[in-house]
Structure formats: C-alpha cells, structure tokens
C-alpha cells in the first residue's frame, strides 16, 4: 500500500516535457499506488470545467484512466486552478477535498493543503484570493463564454507574474506561526503542502510535540513526487527524460 502526493505541475500546452514527464508519472508509478493526492496548481491555469481542449481532455483521460484501474484520486485546489469544479471531478473519477483535510497515514494523522493560505504576510494575495472564491463570482465568470474568460484569465495571468517580481522571497513563503496554528487546530503532528516551490522537509514543534511539515516541490525541472507508506515517506524527484 502506498500514498503519493504531487503539487505545483503547472501543466499547459507550452510545456510539453512536464506533461510528458506526468504522463511517465501516471502510467508507471501512480498505477501502483492506492491513493494519489494532487495538492493543487495542477494547471498553469484552470479557466473553467467547460475547458473541452485537447489538451484538458488529455489529462482528464489520464485521471480517468487510474482511477478506473482502482486508485484513490483525491485534488485540493490551488491558486492557479480554484476553478476546478465539480464537472472536472465526475469527469475523471476524482473526489475534491476543502482548502484544509485531515486525513490517515498508516496510523498517523496529517493535515494536507495547497499552502497559499499559511502566507498570510502576502496580505494583498490574500485579498485577491477571498474576492475570487466568492460563490456569486465564480458563479458569474463560469457562465461567461469561454473565449472571454480566455482574456480576463490571460490579463489576470500577466498582473500576477508582474506583482509577483517585485515581492520578496519572505513574503510569498509561508508564515512558521501559521504553520503551527493550523497543525494545532487539526491536532496533528503532520503537515503536507505545495505552493512555494521550496521542497523541504522541516521539523518543529506544535501542541503535539515533535512535529514534521513536508513541502512538495514544483515540476518546472524535474517532478516532485512524495512517497508515503506503512515505513514512511520519501520526497523524491523524477527527472525529465525527454528533450
């Protein structure tokens, strides 16, 4: 029995070694697994369910196609894809998780997430984040015709990646008291996360003593896949084989 878990892929059309690299992924080490966890930012971007593209169905199919064989799919949603929705999950066989779950490692419980949220001092990302998972606003923009929300996406993509330049390293990783806090609040010794691209595994201390906070890393290099099992775990990197 083993559990992945995998963040941060940033899958799109313009990067066909990370898909190529996820496809080697999927077809022969997910197979294997009992319970595959994507902590989000799966997609460079996830306009929308009624993203029919050859390339959202490509990797639609591949989700399909493992849990049809009998493996746990379970996606957090992330920054870049808070849009996922309940279409994409009948459609490939996955179960959406909230922002925050508590979930069973062999007797060991832990807390997994996308991570943005433990960045509080990126208060002016916090702000954008609360206004577009508004309910009534999501529920606006999913029913816009999709080349328009191709535009507002590609104009919310390139204010992103310039903000992003000017903001220091500290304020875009996450916050130690946060960290604590909501490993507190779950009462666990264990956390998992994505989202700052700093793969790590890091030791402190919580309400619950000695305590572990495991990051994953991204997929812009090399794959980023974390190993969980009845011995423990492995944050190992897959490296791309393919020009």
């Known amino acids: 029995m083993t559990t992945l878990f995998i963040s941060d892929l940033h899958l799109s059309p313009s990067r066909p070694d990370i898909t190529e690299c996820f496809i080697d992924f999927m077809k022969n080490e997910a197979i294997h697994a009992t319970k595959l ?13 009624d993203d029919n593209s050859d390339f959202s169905m490509h990797i639609q199919k591949e989700f399909k196609a493992l849990t049809q064989l009998g493996v746990q799919c379970y996606f957090t949603q992330g920054n870049r894809d808070f849009l996922v929705g309940k279409r994409f999950a009948k459609q490939t066989g996955m179960t959406l998780l909230a922002d925050e779950t508590v979930i069973d490692l062999y007797g060991r419980k ?12 990126d208060v002016k990302y916090l702000e954008y984040r609360k206004t577009v998972h508004q309910p009534w606003l ?12 191709r535009k507002i996406v590609s104009k919310v993509q390139t204010d992103i990646k310039e903000e992003k330049q000017s903001k220091s390293l500290d304020i875009m990783d996450v ?6 806090s909501v490993m507190d609040t779950h009462h666990v010794d264990l956390m998992i996360h994505g989202h ?8 402190l201390q919580t309400s619950s003593g000695n305590s572990t906070r495991i990051v994953l890393g991204d997929w812009y290099t090399q794959g980023s896949i974390l190993v969980y099992d009845e011995n423990g775990f492995n944050l190992k990197s897959k490296p791309f084989q393919y020009p």
């Open 138 to 149: 999501q529920w606006i923009f999913n029913r816009i015709p999709f080349f328009i929300k």
């Open 175 to 180: 916050t130690p008291d946060e960290v604590i």
């Open 196 to 203: 700052t691209h700093r793969p790590n595994i890091h030791e």
């Open 110 to 121: 832990a807390v997994i997430l996308h991570g943005d949220t433990l960045c509080t001092l």
């Open 37 to 49: 966890y994507v902590l989000g930012d799966l997609f460079e971007f996830w306009i929308g369910d």
